[in-house]
């Protein structure tokens, strides 16, 4: 009797993201894992897909979104709006407090097909509206409960999330980034940094973060940003990188800068991760509209193929410490799959700032593979 495969992926094009290399190749697909394939043994393959003409990459991360739904103003639906993007796991930014949490855990965590993982915001009501800010007072940090979901969720828990955003945390003195710090330490995290309009000066901010810590936002135009007045990367930036401090582009709506992105990545300052910090009311929009079109704009900003499907996928699961080989097509590994082809499409960007952006290729998703299942398909993908 002949071994078994549940999906064959065959002749993709197929993209490490560990190494940013591509090669023709065939994957296998067995009870929800990633196993090896030999040519010469007769299997019992339940889907064959014939990918040939398309790229194969592990299954993409949007490691920056708001999915609270029905709790939270930004909050969408998680599974609806993005396994047709292409997506296999997220990370919500910071939806969720001590005090939400639970309901969070059972009701979107718990209750999609997406692999989802999360930090909690020190707020403990946390980021419920855009209309005003949460309350980030460091009065109302609570370590021995957020140790507790830490240690409780050790599985999806993701570390803490602050907006240092002026508007955030003016009221509330200069010591709020330096209180959170130290809450993390005695928790044992790391932090999600929230950088857009920040009320002092950028190389303050990125000097006092750790290694493993991740700045987001980092190509945001308002107040101090990564340039100095030269438009020169600051040499604190530089030096956080090579500390060990990481920066995701998190693009969103009104979280990006054209005057920033581009003498950035001139110099080398290109993100360690990419991500779209997307909300109801950014998903679908033409300021943001999801990962595609956000992977989509930075390889027409110039990042090769291959440094972009890696930003959105081994990249963010290694920085986050994604479990169960997510990021990876390892074999044992999760079978987490997205399976997309790249066309000569002309799109047009507009963001919150007034800027707007003209791309010439468009990546597109066309297959979501989840734990070994097939969770979406375009319908113009060969049968």
């Known amino acids: 009797m002949s071994e078994h495969i549940d999906i064959l992926i065959e002749n993709g094009n197929i993209i490490h993201a560990e190494t940013k290399t591509i090669q023709k190749g065939t994957i296998a697909i067995c009870n929800g894992h990633f196993v090896a394939y030999d040519p010469t043994v007769s299997y019992e393959i339940g889907e064959r897909i014939q990918a040939d003409g398309y790229y194969v990459s592990p299954g993409w991360i949007d490691s920056h979104t708001h999915i609270f739904k029905d709790a939270t103003e930004p909050g969408f639906a998680a599974d609806l709006g993005l396994i047709p993007m292409g997506i296999t796991s997220t990370i919500d930014g910071g939806s969720s407090g001590i005090a939400t949490w639970p309901i ?13 993982f999360y930090s909690i915001n020190v707020s403990p009501a946390g980021q419920i509206t855009e209309r005003y800010p949460e309350n980030v007072d460091p009065r109302y940090y609570d370590v021995d409960t957020l140790k507790n979901i830490m240690e409780k969720d050790a599985e999806h828990a993701r570390g803490l ?5 002026a508007e955030v945390v003016e009221p509330f003195g200069n010591d709020v980034l330096d209180k959170t710090i130290e809450l993390a330490d005695t928790i044992g995290c790391s932090i999600t940094l929230h950088v857009t309009n920040p009320p002092c000066p950028m190389e303050e901010i990125v000097s006092k ?7 987001c936002h980092i190509y945001q135009g308002k107040r101090s940003t990564i340039l100095d007045e030269k438009g020169e990367v600051k040499k604190a930036v530089w030096e956080a990188r090579s500390r060990g401090v990481y920066f995701d582009s998190a693009d969103a709506r009104i979280n990006h800068c054209y005057k920033v992105i581009r003498p950035a990545i001139a110099q080398g300052f290109v993100p360690d991760i990419i991500s779209t910090d ?10 943001c509209w999801g990962l595609p079109v956000v992977l989509s704009k930075w390889l027409n ?3 090769p193929l291959e ?4 930003d959105c996928t081994y ?17 044992n590994a999760a079978a987490n799959v997205t399976i997309f082809s790249v066309e000569d499409r002309n799109f047009h960007l507009k963001n919150r700032m007034g800027e707007e952006f003209d791309g010439e290729k468009m990546i597109l998703p066309q297959v979501t593979i989840i734990n070994g299942k097939i969770r979406y398909k375009n319908l113009y993908f060969p049968f």
């Open 104 to 116: 969070f855990k059972s009701h979107i965590v718990d209750a999609n097909y997406l692999n989802i």
């Open 301 to 303: 900003l110039g990042l």
């Open 209 to 215: 973060m750790r290694p493993g810590d991740v700045i």
């Open 307 to 310: 440094e972009v499907i890696a």
């Open 278 to 287: 997307l909300t109801q009311n950014g998903i679908f929009s033409n300021m």
């Open 161 to 165: 999330k602050l907006r240092y955003g």
């Open 315 to 331: 990249q963010p699961a290694r920085i986050h410490h994604l479990p169960n080989g997510i990021g990876t097509l390892s074999q």
